[in-house]
């Protein structure tokens, strides 16, 4: 796992379209509220998975999550927000996310790279 961003240390770029753009699941992930940009993910579309993992219920407050599957068309886009973690904090984010979900590094139309999760099938 290499920064995503020269000069300002360990520094990662995360992508959120879902549960972790909400302040609650934040502060229980990371211990502090993240600043991010909004960015558009090109190449994937979004559908529904249902959670069972009591500790994700918990921090979300819903069993209904989303979860991007890819496509590779580049007119499938979805919006989300790049937020700026530090490695620690990405780990606590793999460790956020249940098994239906992997970690993957995407292109955004900003010209951006940041890591996104997805649908791991």
Do not use: M
């Not at 098994?99 to 997805?118: H, L, Q």
């Amino acid at each position: 796992d290499q920064p995503r961003s020269r000069g300002l240390g360990d520094v990662y770029k995360r992508q959120s379209y879902g549960t972790l753009q909400l302040e609650k699941v934040q502060l229980e992930t990371f211990g502090r509220s993240l600043c991010g940009k909004k960015d558009v993910l090109i190449g994937y579309v979004i559908s529904k998975i249902k959670i069972t993992d009591q500790a994700v219920l918990a921090r979300s407050g819903t069993e209904i999550h989303p979860i991007l599957r890819y496509t590779g068309n580049p007119s499938d886009e979805i919006e989300g927000v790049i937020f700026e973690i530090s490695k620690e904090e990405l780990q606590q984010a793999d460790t956020y996310e249940v098994s239906a979900y992997k970690r993957t590094e995407a292109n955004f139309k900003s010209g951006a790279t940041a890591w996104a999760y997805v649908a791991a099938e």
